[in-house]
């Protein structure tokens, strides 16, 4: 038997008579009724209906099938299509909400600035040599009792020194 190399081309001659001149517009027409087809497709129609080969041993044609991987391809398309869209949507509302929370951040960083050079700067609780002398040494010695001077004895005084 013949082997065939995987891709094998055969020609097919037209003479110029009318049979041939007419089968070959037929072949034109066709191809321009149906662009996406080939001579080699047509030619292979012909060979399958011309042997009476059953339609369950026949191949699909290739239409159908390009057909079908082209509505498939559109589907997925709109699949990813939409997916952007909400992928896009999900991050966009992310992104906001980040937005929001760095804003308020910002916001209560800023007035925590405000109220730590507002409030007075808190003295350390180790007593410096100056207060420790001051506590040590009482104010008033026994030498000097204290002083404390009322009003108006003091207006009174003047008028007892009259007396």
Same mark, same amino acid.
């Given at each position: 038997?013949? @082997? ?7 020609? $097919? ?20 009724? @149906? ?9 292979? &129609? ?12 026949? !191949? ?10 082209? @509505? ?54 180790? !007593?410096? !040599?100056?207060?420790? &002398? ?11 009792? !204290? @002083?404390? $001077? ?14």
């Amino acid at each position: 038997m013949f @082997q065939w190399s995987k891709k094998v081309v055969k020609s $097919v001659t037209f003479n110029p008579g009318v049979a041939d001149e007419s089968l070959l517009a037929l072949v034109e027409s066709e191809l321009e009724k @149906q662009p996406e087809k080939t001579f080699s497709d047509l030619c292979k &129609e012909a060979l399958w209906q011309s042997l009476c080969v059953p339609e369950s041993v026949k !191949p699909a044609p290739k239409t159908a099938a390009i057909e079908s991987v082209e @509505q498939q391809i559109g589907k997925l398309q709109n699949q990813v299509a939409e997916l952007e869209e909400r992928f896009f949507a999900k991050e966009s509302n992310r992104l906001e909400a980040m937005e929001r929370h760095i804003l308020q951040l910002s916001q209560q960083v800023a007035q925590l600035a405000i109220m730590i050079n507002e409030r007075p700067v808190i003295q350390p609780l180790i !007593p410096s !040599p100056s207060v420790v &002398e001051a506590v040590n040494t009482p104010a008033y010695s026994a030498h000097t009792p !204290p @002083q404390e $001077v009322d009003p108006v004895i003091s207006r009174l005084s003047q008028f007892l020194d009259d007396f």
